[in-house]
């Protein structure tokens, strides 16, 4: 089947199976290798990545899905201008250790820091990364992260104004 979409912004064109995961496309396709696999069954949130601007489990998006939608990762992310104070909130939090989960983790931090309301409470933040699951660093850690990220209300609306292009 011949698919065509938009990832990071470039156009691509693969003839691919139409039950293809995204994760693999993305990373054996594509070559994206951030988006990291985990579970494979959606559980885990480390493959996530933004479809038409909403976060998804990419394990569970099969290619039939892709035709004329934008795609972003965690590669994608780094080029917004956004991205690097997410990067410093994470790491300033202690938030980062092995890695497999921080790319979903981010992908999922931008999706929650543009659907929540703009005084959030820890507990409301838990609740909406709750498909994030980190063996590593434990989940205090990303929520401190989380919570600067809220107090900066620039950040929110440039990352709202991206993700309306997204979608």
């Known amino acids: 089947m011949l698919i065509e979409f938009t990832v990071n912004g470039q156009n691509v064109r693969l003839n691919l199976p139409p039950t293809r995961r995204l994760l693999d496309v993305l990373r054996d396709d594509l070559g994206l290798i951030g988006t990291k696999e985990g579970c494979g069954r959606g559980e885990c949130g480390s493959c996530t990545v933004l ?3 909403a976060r998804v489990n990419s394990c569970l998006v099969p290619a039939l899905q892709l035709p004329g939608s934008r795609v972003t990762t965690i590669e994608g992310l780094r080029e917004w201008p956004v991205f690097e104070r997410i990067a410093e909130a994470f790491i300033e939090n202690g938030s ?5 989960c921080i790319p979903g983790y ?4 931008v999706a929650v820091l ?5 005084q ?3 507990e409301e933040i838990r609740r ?6 980190c063996r590593c660093t434990g989940y205090d850690k990303v929520l401190r992260a989380v919570e600067d990220l809220f107090e900066e209300p620039e950040l929110r609306r440039r990352i709202t104004e991206i993700l309306e292009r997204e979608r």
């Open 120 to 122: 959030a409470t820890s």
């Open 128 to 133: 909406a990364l709750a498909g994030n699951l």
């Open 51 to 53: 479809l038409n601007g």
């Open 106 to 109: 981010v992908m999922s931090t």
């Open 96 to 100: 980062v250790q092995c890695g497999l």
């Open 114 to 118: 543009d659907e929540t309301a703009e």
